[in-house]
């Protein structure tokens, strides 16, 4: 029979399992990327990102795009539907009855490539019209039905405005100086320690003519004592 203490830990074991699983392991969640809040020139081509991750992973997919103007308070018009077997599978689309013109300019991008899949939407020849509010909605029956979705946020405009580099500029040229002194100062250093270097060989040297010119005076001196007066 197995001991009191020993089931103890068994289940505090199990316990600790499941919550650090719960940490990690999160419900399905649809992202449209960092920003939500996107920007297209009018007359172009914009990729409008859906990417969903389930933790247990998914089966039995059903998903849409829907799109609703930003003053708009009627119900939103599909754009796209769509279901998905599983990972492996491609998505198939879902007829919708009541089309529309927008719906002409759209194709779904999905891609699997990667441990989430990607719903991505393309909206050909975007113009004014098309701004709006663009969602992607996901619900996957692995998890019991779970749903999520997320909505990206599309302004139109005439000319994309130019970056603002003088930040950068100025954050570059910082740099650019402090390294540049950083530089200097080690060529001053290696300049001034050559220089002191050459300046103690030289005393050296007179140090050392100077020891030896003092040596052969002695020596001449101590030889003319020696010699005999005549």
């Not at 796209?80 to 919708?96: N, Q, V």
């Not at 909206?123 to 692995?142: E, Q, R």
């Not at 100025?170 to 100086?177: F, M, P, Q, Y």
Request: hydrophobic fraction near 40%; charged fraction near 25%.
């Amino acid at each position: 029979m197995e001991p009191q203490w020993e089931r103890r830990i068994s289940l505090w074991t199990v316990i600790c399992a499941v919550g650090l699983f719960a940490k990690v392991c999160l419900p399905l969640e649809v992202s449209v990327g960092k920003n939500n809040q996107v920007t297209a020139l009018n007359g172009s081509d914009i990729l409008l990102q859906c990417i969903f991750t389930a933790c247990i992973g998914f089966e039995d997919v059903t998903f849409s795009w829907t799109y609703r103007d930003f003053n708009s308070s009627y119900s939103p018009e599909d754009l796209y539907k769509g279901t998905l077997k599983d990972k492996l599978s491609s998505p198939k689309p879902i007829e919708i009855t009541n089309r529309n013109e927008r719906m002409e300019r759209v194709q779904l991008v999905p891609s699997n490539a990667t441990k989430d899949y990607n719903l991505t939407l393309l909206l050909k020849n975007v113009d004014f019209s098309d701004m709006g509010l663009y969602t992607c909605a996901v619900k996957n029956m692995k998890e019991k039905g779970a749903k999520h979705n997320a909505t990206i946020h599309l302004w139109v405009v005439d000319k994309l405005k130019e970056a603002d580099n003088t930040l950068t500029l100025i954050i570059v040229a910082a740099v650019g100086g402090v390294i540049g002194l950083l530089i200097l100062i080690l060529i001053m250093k290696k300049i001034i320690t050559f220089i002191i270097k050459k300046n103690s060989d030289k005393k050296k040297d007179c140090l050392v003519s100077s020891s030896v010119n003092d040596n052969t005076d002695n020596a001449s001196k101590q030889e003319n004592k020696a010699k005999p007066k005549a």
